[in-house]
């Protein structure tokens, strides 16, 4: 099991519109794609980082989170909305030790 | 629910024998803790960033998160340990959005 995590902030103003649309669209991208489990978009609280929500979800093996990473709706994803709309992030990967 | 994880790399050489003790011992020390449920020490794969583990546990409350950081337990495994063992870390920690 690889759980794939990533913490961001978005460029748009805390509570916007712009904010809850990018949440939504990034829920209704990516959550079915295929071998995603788990999917949960969180908001991050700790006041020891300044990111302000994340994504984790899990994959049943390195096939399925390659497959994730290549798939049209990902790639789509990232491209037009990702790569506009965060302004910083961090992704960290786990799996069991 | 907050889930509290923390990415972290240990000054010890990779596969040593201090390494193992530390993992060892965190999880001896922090996982009995009350409040302390899921309780995961996590191996980092992400080439994206650069720490080798993690530690994942969730609490119920913010209350019950305050009990486990002021524990004696805590308190100790952080100031003998962890202080002086751990090279760098990040905690990031998660709420439902």
């Given at each position: ?43 991050q609280v700790s006041k020891k980082n300044d990111f ?46």
């Amino acid at each position: 099991m690889i759980r794939h995590t990533v913490a961001f902030t978005l460029k748009h103003a805390p509570g916007s519109l712009q904010e809850k649309a990018f949440l939504r669209d990034a829920k209704a991208a990516l959550e079915k794609i295929p071998g995603v489990e788990k999917f949960e978009q969180l908001k991050q609280v700790s006041k020891k980082n300044d990111f302000r929500f994340g994504f984790s979800m899990e994959f049943e093996s390195q096939a399925a989170y390659d497959g994730y990473n290549k798939h049209p709706k990902h790639v789509k994803f990232v491209k037009e909305r990702w790569a506009l709309e965060v302004q910083k992030f961090l992704e960290i990967d786990y799996e069991a030790l």
